[in-house]
C-alpha cells in the first residue's frame, strides 16, 4: 500500500488530500505516477504540460525530494506531491 498525499490545487482537483495505492512492492516515481493517474485522471491536465511532468511540481518521496530525472529510479511508500509556490 502506497500513500499518495496532495495539497493545495491537485487536492481540489482530486477530491482528496490523500489517495492510497496498491502494489505489491515499493513502486518508482514514475510507476506510482501512472498508477495515480488512473485513479484521478483530472490531476493528468495538471501535471503534465506538452507530454511532460510538469517540474514545478515537487514529488517528495519519504519526506526527500525527487527530481523529475530521477523518477525512474526512486522508489518509496510514501509520496507528497506538492504545487508551484508563488511569492510576494
Known sequence: MVEVR???NLREAAGRDSIRLEFSSAPTV???LERLL???PVL???LY???KYDDRYK???DSNMVFP???GGRTGTRF???PPVSGG
Open 49 to 51: 504540460k506538452d507530454g
Open 6 to 8: 496532495l495539497f493545495a
Open 44 to 46: 493528468r491536465g495538471i
Open 30 to 32: 514514475c510507476k506510482m
Open 38 to 40: 488512473l485513479k484521478a
Open 59 to 61: 514529488v517528495l518521496v
Open 80 to 82: 507528497a506531491i506538492l
Open 69 to 71: 530525472e530521477d523518477f
